[in-house]
């Protein structure tokens, strides 16, 4: 792959200074187009074969019975009807995951916004503490600390005990209906680091030339903030709320392990995933699945789309300036 | 407020913060030395001794697999991942970014809906396609997806960071006669080096961390990574297997930790400046 490939060959015969120009132009042309194209082949394969495809097919199978042995059965919008008017398991699952994103998201990004505030000026030290704190986001996510959030905030758990030292008697929060979800709250908001990572890349992107301009302008830190950091930032913001928010929505190996797999106790840890993944995979209904994880789908579309709309009135690209 | 307090709430306030997040972490550490008798029933951290045979325990892996035999499938893994997905995405981010063609707002609109694309919409008929061509039990199901720009996240985030680039540079770069290819290869990716150095890290850490994709792809214990067999390890044992299992445990986070002080430093380069000066 090399842009040579892409030229007209040179030839030798033609009348210098006229046809060169015009076949230059017709080069320069084609260089333009396929490129692109070259550039895009890997991700166009992968989208047809592995994401265009699959989607046709689950979407096709979230209207049949299928246990993946026996060849799919057509059974029209039974599936969606039973999700919507006949079970509430679905309905409950629909809640926690909502409660579980409307709290977790928000706190997770305020707190990594202010760490990445607090680190940009910290001067000495800061590499340090940017490292501890991002140390969190590395292993959050694994089997591992599942288990170790799961240790502590059970009955007996260091942090049930540190906190019934102080006069706050919770009992075990694995074991309650009411609290269970905040373990998985509290882990999600624990692994601020990453999007504190991107926000202080972005913070860190900023010219200095352009604090400087506003503080020859006579700008306080604040309206500093307000007029350079924000703007400058909101991609940034704008990129972490989307991702964290979808990924929010998809959370399964910390509720899993957490609730033993159930996501127990009495449903109250049963998000959305691990009941799809409850409903396929143990009960071996693929067709029931296959409905759930399509309504995820155009759930978490119609949100990104709520997001990407606004995004226009609040976000602000440096190259498209004057535009 | 004067200069001194002002310079010392900020270092008070990290110094809270580390302490409170790496509690959990402490605990683990503590808690994979302590002898058996000791993990419920004492609050204390340290361990009344250090009960290294967790350690010799834990190394000597699941269903007669050793642990380094399964690091060492896990780095396969996701050394793979990390190159499929900084070649593909990235290329396809320069596309998204800096060239036109036609359909290229479809094209866009469709990989930022891939982003928010549950997997569990496109599992099964994935696992169907490589049932069929015989990739069960094999890796390739966990590293061939990268190579063909899969996760969106990254093709959006270098997109994200190649947008905010100032474009002077790559202007000057085809004014002097280089081609596209030129271009991305010599200037634009250099610049995007932050976000490339993103993208490997938080691939190789997925990868690592990932539970589910590989429960449903690999079978074979001598195939298994890290993850895996920290999870049959914790299913044979009961609670009082708690030293060897967080011992375990250590063991499987410690490379992701070395990984990340090797290339921390690269993470947060701010280049958009840097690049126009130089």
């Known amino acids: ?323 | 407020m004067n200069l001194t307090t002002r310079r010392w709430i900020p270092h008070t306030i990290a110094v809270v913060g580390l302490l409170v997040l790496l509690y959990p972490l402490a605990w683990l550490l503590a808690t994979s030395l302590k002898p058996a008798d000791e993990v419920v029933t004492s609050l204390d951290l340290w361990p009344s001794h250090l009960e290294w045979s967790n350690y010799t325990t834990a190394l000597d892996g699941v269903s007669g697999v050793p642990v380094t035999r399964l690091l060492w499938n896990t780095v396969l893994i996701a050394g793979g991942a990390v190159v499929g997905n900084v070649v593909s995405c990235s290329l396809a981010a320069y596309a998204f970014a800096r060239l036109r063609f036609r359909m290229s707002k479809v094209m866009f609109a469709f990989m930022v809906a891939t982003l928010m694309l549950p997997h569990h919409v496109v599992l099964i008929p994935q696992y169907i396609i490589f049932n069929q061509l015989g990739m069960v039990d094999t890796y390739w199901p966990l590293i061939l997806p990268k190579f063909l720009a899969t996760e969106a996240f990254f093709v959006f985030l270098i997109v994200q960071f190649m947008r905010g680039l100032p474009r002077e540079l790559e202007e000057s770069a085809r004014i002097d006669g280089c081609g596209a290819f030129r271009t991305y290869w010599s200037v634009t990716l250099p610049l995007s080096r932050p976000a490339l150095i993103t993208t490997a890290i938080f691939t190789f850490i997925w990868t690592w961390n990932d539970f589910f994709t590989q429960m449903i792809y690999l079978f074979a214990p001598e195939k298994f990574t890290i993850t895996l067999a920290l999870r049959s390890f914790v299913d044979q044992s009961s609670t009082s297997a708690y030293g060897p299992m967080f011992a375990m445990s250590v063991i499987s986070v410690l490379p992701i930790v070395l990984f990340f002080f090797v290339f921390q430093r690269y993470l947060v380069q701010g280049m958009a400046t840097s690049g126009l000066k130089g």
């Open chain 1, 1 to 323: 792959m090399s842009t040579v490939s892409t030229r007209a060959p040179a030839r030798a015969d033609g009348p210098a200074g006229t046809r060169p120009p015009a076949r230059r132009r017709r080069a320069r042309r084609r260089e333009q187009r396929w490129p692109a194209y070259v550039f895009l082949t890997p991700w166009m394969l992968g989208a047809a074969v592995l994401t265009l495809v699959p989607m046709a097919v689950s979407l096709y199978l979230s209207f049949t019975d299928y246990n993946l042995f026996d060849p799919p059965r057509w059974v029209g919008l039974r599936n969606y009807q039973e999700m919507l008017t006949e079970d509430p398991r679905f309905w409950r699952s629909v809640g926690t995951t909502l409660l579980y994103v409307v709290i977790a998201v928000p706190l997770k990004l305020l707190l990594a916004l202010g760490a990445a505030m607090l680190l940009k000026n910290l001067g000495r030290g800061r590499a340090f503490y940017r490292s501890a704190f991002y140390a969190p986001s590395l292993l959050g996510a694994s089997m591992t600390i599942a288990l170790v959030w799961r240790a502590l905030f059970n009955d007996g758990g260091s942090v049930v005990d540190i906190l019934g030292s102080v006069g706050i008697d919770t009992g075990g929060w694995v074991g309650s209906p009411d609290l269970a979800v905040y373990v998985i709250v509290l882990l999600t908001v624990w692994q601020f680091g990453a999007p504190m990572v991107i926000f202080l890349a972005g913070l860190q992107q900023i010219s200095p030339e352009l604090y400087e301009a506003a503080a020859l302008d006579g700008a306080g830190r604040w309206r500093q903030f307000v007029s350079v950091t924000v703007p400058m930032l909101s991609p940034v913001v704008f990129f972490n709320l989307v991702l964290e928010m979808i990924q929010s929505f998809q959370v399964f190996t910390p509720a899993f392990a957490v609730s033993g797999g159930e996501g127990g106790p009495a449903d109250s840890t049963l998000f959305y995933t691990l009941y799809l993944y409850e409903r396929g995979f143990t009960a071996s209904h693929m067709g029931y699945a296959a409905a759930m994880a399509w309504l995820l789908l155009v759930v978490i579309g119609i949100i990104t789309l709520i997001l990407f709309r606004t995004s226009r009135s609040w976000v602000f690209y440096a190259d498209e300036e004057g535009r």
